[in-house]
């Protein structure tokens, strides 16, 4: 069995049925009672129905100018929420005050929380000090399930993510109980634009490739 959608050339998937051909790699063409199974989930669940139908509105109705912040916005407004959750890394509490204040002038409900919250040193979760990023010094860690569990608490119709770090954000998907969307991904090196590493993976970011490269 192998799945490998970014090899595909065919796109069969965008056309009416029958119109093309899938390719062998196809998930739909080697699991197709999976994907029947999820349609007649989507058929059959109102809530899933909802935010399938909402992202679809939201999508058709910013494309292609609006920016992600007026998507989410738009999707904000769609799922009639009246809550929203702001899960921040504490690097972007800036990034996150506008966005929190932007929120609020569309007339939300807005909770932030910040990645460092509860002040737990490393060395309780068995980090040594020498894996600090500043031996010596005192280092909380970050905790994306307290910042999900607060905004739980609260009960907040949707999560927006700014800037958590590479698994801290998985660890604050897997814990929230409210959809959750992306605003911001966080990239240091690139300005918080994650495909600039690939668009140039074969100049300036050759050194993203493994050993097994194909040719």
Same mark, same amino acid.
């Given at each position: ?19 093309? @051909? ?7 063409r080697?699991?197709? @009672? ?14 899933? %129905? ?17 920016s ?7 999707? @904000? ?22 966005? %929190?204040?932007?929120?609020?002038s ?40 307290? %910042?999900?569990r ?29 959809p959750?969307?992306?605003l ?32």
């Amino acid at each position: 069995m192998e799945f490998k959608c970014a090899y595909c050339e065919v796109r069969a998937c965008c056309e009416e049925a029958g119109a093309h @051909a899938h390719p062998k790699f196809c998930p739909e063409r080697q699991e197709p @009672a999976v994907v029947d199974a999820v349609r007649q989930e989507i058929n059959s669940d109102p809530e899933l %129905q909802r935010l399938m139908a909402a992202s679809a509105r939201t999508e058709a109705a910013g494309y292609p100018l609006a920016s992600r912040l007026e998507n989410t916005l738009d999707f @904000a407004h769609r799922l009639n929420v009246e809550k929203l959750g702001i899960a921040t890394c504490v690097g972007l509490l800036r990034e996150a005050r506008i966005a %929190q204040e932007i929120f609020e002038s569309h007339g939300f409900q807005v909770y932030s929380v910040c990645c460092k919250v509860g002040g737990i040193p490393k060395e309780e979760i068995g980090l040594l000090d020498s894996e600090k990023l500043r031996p010596g010094a005192f280092e909380p860690i970050c905790d994306p399930a307290a %910042q999900a569990r607060l905004l739980n608490h609260i009960g907040v119709g949707l999560n927006v993510v700014i800037g958590l770090c590479v698994g801290h954000d998985s660890i604050f998907f897997k814990y929230s109980e409210a959809p959750a969307t992306v605003l911001i991904a966080k990239d240091r090196v690139s300005g918080h634009n994650p495909a600039a590493a690939l668009y140039t993976a074969h100049s300036y970011y050759k050194r993203v490739w493994g050993p097994h490269k194909r040719s």
